[in-house]
């Protein structure tokens, strides 16, 4: 990609939840982050971190606490009706869960017709055959289409899921962890089909998941999230290889690899503990607690994200002296 | 010539549903060594979880035939599983024989606090009084790694984050120091860094209590850091066991190469095509007569679709149920080191 074009610019975007009396669940605080046209931008961290709550508010499913999201340009945050239909038409999201999202009642032509109809695109004959074409982009076939979801495995359900998505040819698609419910065989087949897709129809993607290496995989740049905060931004080969941050560090050091002799000989970082409660966090970094090279300075400050290298984004404070 | 703990002959399980009879597991046959980690690895439906629940004698008896043409059996220190009393399984269950399941949530109970869940087991197991066996649940927690342990005798489940029920389940499994305990997708539902944890955890306690440990997950990762001996399931069936070293380098089985081949490597390419299965697995209620693996297999032949191939045996460890190892098989085509010693 010789010039880069902007698709999704996120600003500081926030979402809290009260949770109770005073009681505040900061579940994103503070993202910034960029997504280019035709990229796939991966979103990774443990559960808990914010990272569905973040895809879900850059979808405009959630009001924002603070923040902007733009895309194109425009703030979804700020649109009237009229303009949020249209928003929704260039913008889908890809559940995780194949089984509970999709309507039971509907029968498959129905579910992936919806979008089409909500939009107007089609009628009549040549929605029919846009169903079909769907179906067999996804690779189901015509058979299938009245059928309802309960006659299906997870995978083809997920598919389902996908067809739908594509149904009003958006632009862009959150997946948020779509392939988490499935067998690895079937995962394979589904991020194939994701990467394929993504070539035909240049398609963005906001990639969210907590399978490491798939997200690898199939992302441009990723993001690491924690408690609510982006940590570290790099493209992925970067990420993988030379992570900076003590808690990326200790992240990517504890995917299980699938050989037994490099398992071996990996040296795994072990992380004490476990996420912290994202309610009223205390200031400063919020993985101070669980960093092995905290200081004092640490829990007062939090660290915003900066360019250690080119297009290479830590927040932490020492991470110069930390080293690789 | 190490001793064998375990042994599952000619194990079949047929559920009786409405749709008909499903033959979850078709005549499994496998041993387990004092002290090993051995791993069932298989995509949903293929059988490791019910094979796992027969050992146990879980399996809701009404529904469930357990046998097979030639009479299955379970043999735990040379006693035959199938044949005891439900009350002779209550004993061996949970104090010699234990199980860890993947959903720590719903497999604790709701209502009753953490110690004495712990307790309950001790109690039913050992003639102690209920104070005794509190203090060994603590000691049971402190084993287990849960910080503040006292105060969290007290506490109920859902005041515990899921690594914690993990490792609370894990201490009323081994509160009776089994010889065996069974996990079965131990750390599905969990984050690596806890995933990283709670296998560390099981395994210093394997150590320190000389348990043989059964491994029952579809994540080939943490395979590779903990099993020393695989058996893959399909359909069923076991169609290949070896080994770690065996299965990952020298695999024989196209189907364990297959899933072998779907999970991305750190190392591999980005964006570029991995290797996926066609298809899904068979339905079970009309089991196919020869390899059930035939019709999404890439070398499948014809012989494979009408007749089950016989079990090849490459070494000590290594077996294989494929045609593609009889002698008059074809092996133009085949990866190099898949075909090995049986020429």
Known sequence: MAEKQTLIEVRDLKKYFKVGKKQILKAVDGVNFKIYKGETLGLVGESGCGKTTCGKTVMGLYPATGGQVFFDGVDIHGLNKKEKKEFTRRAQIIFQDPYSSLNPRMTVADIIGEGIDIHGLYKGEERKEKILELLDLVGLNKEHSLRFPHEFSGGQRQRIGIARALAIEPEFIVCDEPISALDVSIQAQVVNLLIELQEKKNLTYLFIAHDLSMVKHISDRVGVMYLGNMVEFATSDVLYDRPLHPYTKALMSSIPIPDPKEEKQKRRIPLEGEIPSPINPKPGCRFAARCKYATEACTHETPGLREVEPEHFVACHRVEEIGE | ?343
């Open chain 2, 1 to 343: 010539m190490d001793e064998k703990i375990l042994e599952v002959r000619n194990l079949s399980v047929s559920f009786h549903t409405y749709a008909g009879t499903s033959h979850a597991v078709r005549g499994v046959d496998f041993y387990l060594n004092k002290g090993e980690t051995l791993a069932i690895v298989g995509e949903s439906g293929c059988g490791k979880t019910v094979t796992s629940k027969a050992i146990m004698g879980l399996l809701p008896m009404e529904q469930t035939e357990i046998g097979g043409s030639e009479g299955a059996e379970i043999l735990f220190n040379g006693e035959d599983l199938l044949k005891k009393s439900e009350n002779e399984m209550t004993a061996i269950r949970g104090s010699k024989i234990s199980m860890i399941f993947q959903d720590p949530m719903t497999s604790l109970n709701p209502t009753m606090r953490i110690g004495e869940q712990i307790a309950e087991s001790i109690l039913i197991h050992n003639e102690i009084s209920k104070a005794d066996a509190l203090k060994k649940a603590l000691e049971m927690l402190e084993m287990v790694k849960i910080p503040n342990a006292a105060q969290r005798l007290k506490q109920y489940p859902f005041e515990f984050s899921g690594g914690m029920r993990q490792r609370a389940m894990i201490a009323v499994a081994l509160a009776c120091r089994p010889e065996i305990l069974i996990a079965d997708e131990p750390t599905t539902a969990l984050d690596v860094t806890i995933q990283a944890q709670i296998m560390d955890l099981i395994g210093e306690l394997q150590k320190e209590l000389n348990m043989a440990v059964i491994l029952v997950t579809h994540d080939l990762g943490v395979v590779a850091s903990v099993a020393d001996r695989i058996q893959v399931m399909y359909a069923g069936k076991i169609v290949e066991r070896g080994s770690v070293d065996e299965i990952f380098y020298q695999s024989t089985h196209p189907y364990t190469r297959a899933l072998l081949s779907s999970v991305p490597k750190i190392h591999t390419n980005n964006k570029e095509t991995l290797y996926s299965l066609k298809g899904t697995p068979p339905d079970l209620i009309h089991p196919p007569t020869g390899c059930a693996f035939a019709p999404r297999c890439e070398y499948g032949m014809r012989i494979c679709r009408n007749k089950y191939p016989e079990t090849v045996k490459f070494s000590e460890t290594q077996e294989c149920s494929c045609w593609l190892h009889h002698p008059k098989a074809d092996h133009s085509g085949l990866p190099e080191n898949m075909v090995r010693g049986n020429r």
